[in-house]
């Protein structure tokens, strides 16, 4: 069974630093990996994903994650971050083969200091 | 256009009674799912449809019973509610689970 783990419950960063949002994954062959952001009373909006090919994906708002085969991780980063960017981001990941379902870790609170 | 939209987005019912959420998406996905976020934001997945058959079911109450008419409309039906149900519901639709889901914006259950 799939599973994601992001250790962090909160990360607190100061506005125009870089920030780096974890996340590690658990999955029987290769993976689909995903980061959504959740921003209060709203949705889940998709943010970025891989799927193959170069191990750094770009995404939306100035977001990219980095995939690591070996270390089984996928961490979220932004080189400066936004006051706006506070929100509570969900990494996920699902099996390339058989049903799609996506499993989600339980999230990370981005806050970003002014 | 709204590309899944759940309604209500709110709904406030007693112990006991039987409700329905609805969901429908327009971006002619063919599959669709129920998520269940509980009051710690944690998401659980509860069901999955693809081209109206069930295809995900997880560990999941029996007063639960989701119904797919078409694949653009995935419904959940309630019986007999319960106060550990309150939480947020969320509807997703993707296209084979390849490009990750899209979101409907939740309905926010409280059974009091």
């Known amino acids: 069974a799939q599973s994601v783990a992001q250790p962090e419950d909160q990360v607190n960063v100061a506005e125009g630093n870089p920030l780096t949002v974890k996340c590690t994954y658990s999955?029987?062959?290769?993976?689909?990996l995903f980061w959504y952001v959740q921003y209060p009373n709203r949705g889940l909006q998709f943010l970025l994903k891989?799927?193959?090919?170069?191990?750094l994906v770009k995404g939306s708002y100035g977001f990219e994650a980095e995939f690591n085969k070996s270390q089984t991780s996928f961490h979220l980063k932004k080189p400066s971050a936004l006051v706006s960017d506070s929100a509570l981001y969900f990494c996920?990941?699902?099996?390339?083969?058989?049903?799609?379902?996506?499993?989600f870790g339980k999230g990370t609170r981005l806050h970003i200091l002014p | 256009d709204t590309a899944v939209s759940q309604t209500p987005k709110y709904l406030v019912t007693q112990m006991g009674n039987d409700k329905s959420i609805k969901c429908e998406q327009n971006?002619?996905?063919?599959?669709m799912y129920w998520y269940k976020q509980d009051s710690k934001k944690f998401l659980k997945i509860m069901f999955s449809?693809?081209?109206?058959?069930?295809?995900i079911n997880e560990t999941v109450p029996n007063r639960f019973s989701p119904k797919s008419p078409d694949k653009a409309h995935l419904n959940l039906h309630i019986n007999s509610l319960e106060l550990g149900d309150s939480a947020v519901y969320f509807c997703?639709?993707?296209?084979?689970?390849?490009?990750?889901?899209?979101f409907g914006s939740g309905t926010r259950l409280t059974v009091v």
């Open positions: 999955v029987s062959g290769n993976p689909y």
């Open positions: 997703a639709s993707s296209q084979m689970g390849l490009y990750g889901y899209t």
């Open positions: 449809y693809n081209n109206k058959e069930l295809i």
């Open positions: 891989y799927i193959t090919g170069d191990n």
């Open positions: 996920a990941v699902s099996r390339r083969s058989g049903d799609d379902k996506i499993i």
């Open positions: 971006l002619g996905h063919d599959t």
